[in-house]
């Protein structure tokens, strides 16, 4: 089974910057991308930025300039650094691995930003 552990997530001001992690471990073969989620109080889980396992890289159109997703193979680990956060990117955010058998999530760390 394939675990994922996220970390990095807190409580920063407006304009704040935190970098989230996401540690993968398990036994599977394929992963065919890992990415960031989110969902906040009440509202729908909505993607933030995904990677391919060619390395293609998308972003929700609210984070875009201001979010940054990255990996390291090595480690079997993904960031996700968020610069200039805003109030409006609370909530809790998930990692996830989209694998040939099934996608896998994390259990979510908090984001809260105050105004």
């Known amino acids: 089974q394939v675990q994922l552990v996220e970390s990095g997530g807190g409580l920063v001001q407006a304009g704040g910057s935190l970098r989230l992690s996401c540690a993968s471990s398990g036994r599977f073969y394929i992963i065919n991308q890992m990415g960031w989620y989110r969902q906040a109080p009440g509202k729908q889980r909505e993607l933030v930025a995904v990677?391919?396992?060619?390395?293609?890289?998308n972003y929700a159109d609210s984070v875009k300039g201001r979010f940054t997703i990255s990996r390291d193979n090595a480690k079997k680990t993904v960031y996700l650094q968020m610069n200039s956060l805003k109030p409006e990117d609370t909530a809790v955010y998930y990692c996830?691995?989209?694998?040939?058998?099934?996608?896998?999530w994390g259990q979510g760390t908090q984001v809260t930003v105050s105004s």
């Open positions: 996830n691995a989209d694998t040939v058998a099934k996608p896998y």
């Open positions: 990677i391919t396992s060619g390395g293609n890289i």
